[in-house]
């Protein structure tokens, strides 16, 4: 049962755009979020996380958005880049830090 | 520099055998965490591991099995018992803080042959 919902596997946007990318969550105990960028054959590494007690969290061209109530969050990544291609991997994680994961959003930036 | 590290990169296996895959890390994190990669599916976790001695199963452990004797490794053997072993593999290591992401090895791909 999948926990961390990624429901879009590929977006494409032109270079200089905003990229927007969405994930949802069942479990109501997760308590912080985070986005991982993922090269193939390589681990993820740490984009931008956020607490379950803020809306909204920047760090330079992107952002992450809370919708508690919803049980969504979303990632902004404005302007795009084509150094932004990649997957996307959205992740929630509760009390024990044992951190569940979306299926992954891939992300193609046009020149 | 501190990191975390899998090996090998690449693994094949034979029916029926049981394969470990190796992870060290030197960054002095208490967590540790392997996942599983398919094709559409993501990162499914497999076992866990907060404390030296002490694991916990993840959403997809049946047919693997580890071992966390040392804070800086956590071994992973997957078994005959798993029925699709062949994926890539992730290892992870954290601070047991929750605000704080993992920080993840390069993997290991595995291949049933």
């Known amino acids: 049962d999948q926990q961390v919902k990624q429901n879009s596997p590929s977006l494409s946007v032109q270079e200089g755009r905003i990229s927007i990318l969405n994930c949802d969550y069942t479990?109501?105990?997760?308590?912080?979020f985070l986005w991982y960028k993922k090269y193939p054959a390589e681990g993820p590494t740490f984009l931008i996380s956020?607490?379950?007690?803020?809306d909204k969290n920047e760090d330079g061209r992107f952002t992450v958005f809370l919708n508690k109530s919803a049980k969504h969050l979303s990632l902004h990544i404005v302007p795009s880049q084509p150094g932004d291609s990649a997957v996307y991997f959205c992740?929630?994680?509760?009390?024990?830090?044992?951190?569940?994961f979306g299926a992954g959003t891939r992300l193609t930036v046009k020149p | 520099d501190g990191g975390i590290t899998q090996s090998p990169k690449y693994l094949f296996r034979k029916e029926g055998q049981n394969v470990t895959l190796s992870c060290e890390q030197n960054?002095?994190?208490?967590?540790m965490y392997w996942y599983r990669q398919d094709p559409g599916q993501g990162l499914r976790l497999i076992y866990y591991?907060?404390?030296?001695?002490?694991?916990q199963k993840g959403d997809i452990a049946e047919g693997y099995s580890v071992s966390r004797e040392k804070k800086e490794s956590f071994p992973l053997t997957v078994t005959s018992a798993q029925k699709n072993p062949t994926a890539f593999y992730l290892c992870?290591?954290?601070?047991?803080?929750?605000?704080?992401?993992?920080?993840f090895g390069s993997g290991t791909r595995l291949t049933v042959v």
């Open positions: 591991s907060q404390i030296v001695n002490d694991f």
């Open positions: 992740a929630a994680s509760g009390m024990r830090n044992d951190m569940r």
């Open positions: 956020i607490s379950s007690i803020k």
């Open positions: 479990n109501s105990m997760f308590d912080y």
């Open positions: 992870a290591s954290s601070t047991l803080a929750t605000n704080y992401g993992y920080t």
């Open positions: 960054l002095n994190h208490d967590a």
